[in-house]
Structures are given as structure tokens and as C-alpha cells.
């Protein structure tokens, strides 16, 4: 069994307590800044507090303006205006998955994000000019994606700005929630590592050991087509099985994933068929 040590009491808190499978995860403050955020981020999550913790397995660090997800000496933050994000709007992908949920020039669909995740999807198809509400059932994942929709809303990018308006975050199982009146639900479940940078597999080992062993991608679809929406976009690794029961009007592909569409009977701006 892995034991966690925080330094200041001696105390031992194992894996246990903090199974990282429902993200109920440790908050550590930054040294030597007010704890006061940190507390308040414990207390929605449903976790505790350790200061001057050392921990061996995934917690969240909670600074008086940054926050991050830690785990083994890597850090993963959500920051609609680093670097990152503001040349990823730029990105070929950015294109397919605004055209996988339907964006046009005069048409910006509403969109059900049912896996927020880190909310990198969201936040692209937000800067289309789309509607988005986020829902991320990981408790750490969601306070996480609020912050850094907080965040956005007084980035010193406008277009940041505009986006961030467009965000509702949800804590919640997606198939807990009734689906408001929406035209797409977009899935990007969990699937088994892949090839892929250093980076990216930082982020999805961390998503990974945060996730329910349970998620169920399956499950989710079977919710999905049940849901009054339009649309159903899916995204896949690029040779991965379709997912659901269905064949997908028509699939998007890019280099490294894929667009599975399922365009329902009441989605009027779309013609039938296959290809695209
Ligand atoms: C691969 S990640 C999504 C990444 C996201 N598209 C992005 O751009 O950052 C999948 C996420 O879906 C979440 N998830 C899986 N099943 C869910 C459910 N039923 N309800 C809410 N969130 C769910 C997981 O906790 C995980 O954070």
C-alpha cells in the first residue's frame, strides 16, 4: 500500500483515504501563501488540507491565483490563455471539431460537453463562438475547470474573455444531469494510452489515475442517444472502434484522432450520408 506522508503532523494517510478513483485527491497550499483558497477548494472537493505535504500520489496545489494537479514531479494546469491554449486556437484539429459538431459561419450550435476533462475541447469550440456547458463528474477535475473559467473571464485577451462567457461548468456524472435544451453532446471518453508526446501523456496518465475505473464510454453513448440533442459528436483515437450501436453519419478524420457524427432526424442543417 503507498502511504502519503504530510510532513507537518507525521501523520500517515494512505491511498485509502484518498482513493484517487473518485478525485477526492489532497489539496496542498503554495508555500508560503494564505491557505485560505486551498481550504476553500478542500472543502467543495470533499478532501482536506495537508501543508508542507509531500505526496506521493496525485493532489492539487492551491496558490492565492494559480492552482495545478501534481503527481510524480509532473504538473498539469488549465490555463484558457497560456501559451499553449492561444496557438492550440490555431490548430488544424480546431477546424474538424468545429465542423464534426456543426459550426458555421452563421451558426453556432449549443453544445453538452459530457467529459469536461481539462476542457481544451470546450474551451476551442467556446472561441468558435458555441455555447458550452462542461460537465466533469472528478470532483478536483471540476473545481479545477470553474477556476480556470473564473480565470478566463478577466484574461487580458479579449477573445479569452468572450470565450469564457460562453462556459458553464458542472459537477456532476453527465448522465445524472437532465440535458437542457441543447443541439450536441460531445463525448470524449477515456481510452487506453496511445502513441503520443510527452506532454500529452502526462496529461493523460494524470486524467487517467484521476478518473473512475468504471468510466464507461459505452454507458455514456447509451445515454447520449437517448437525449433529445440533435447531434451526437464522438472522439476517437483514430483507429479505435466506433463506439455505440449506431453507424455514425459520417466520421472526420484528422492525424491523430477521429469525429465519429451521429446526426439525428431532428438536426435540420445537416444533409444524411456518409463522408464529408
Ligand atoms: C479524455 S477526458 C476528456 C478531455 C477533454 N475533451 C479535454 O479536451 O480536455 C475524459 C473526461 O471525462 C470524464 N468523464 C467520464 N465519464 C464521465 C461522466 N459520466 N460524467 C462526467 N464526466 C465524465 C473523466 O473524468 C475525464 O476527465
Redesign the pocket.
Known sequence: MQSIMANHSMQTVTNDDYPATDGRIPVVPVKGESAARARAAAEVIGSKVFEGAELASPYLVVGETDAWLQMAGNQVRIAFDSATMLHRRRGGQNELLGRAVGVKASRQPSVW??????????FVLADLGCRITL????PA?AWLLQDAVSAAKVSGHDQVRAAAERMTVRH????NLPVPACDVIYL???FPERKKSAAIKKEAAM?QR???PQ?DAEA?WEWAWQQPVARIVV?RPLRAPVLGRQRPSHALTGKAVRFDVFVRPRDTTETHGTGE
Open positions: 460537453d459530457a467529459t469536461g476533462g481539462l476542457g481544451r475541447d470546450a460537465c466533469e463528474r472528478v477535475l456532476q456524472d453527465s448522465r470524449d471518453p477515456m486524467l484521476l478518473s473512475h468510466d455514456l472522439k
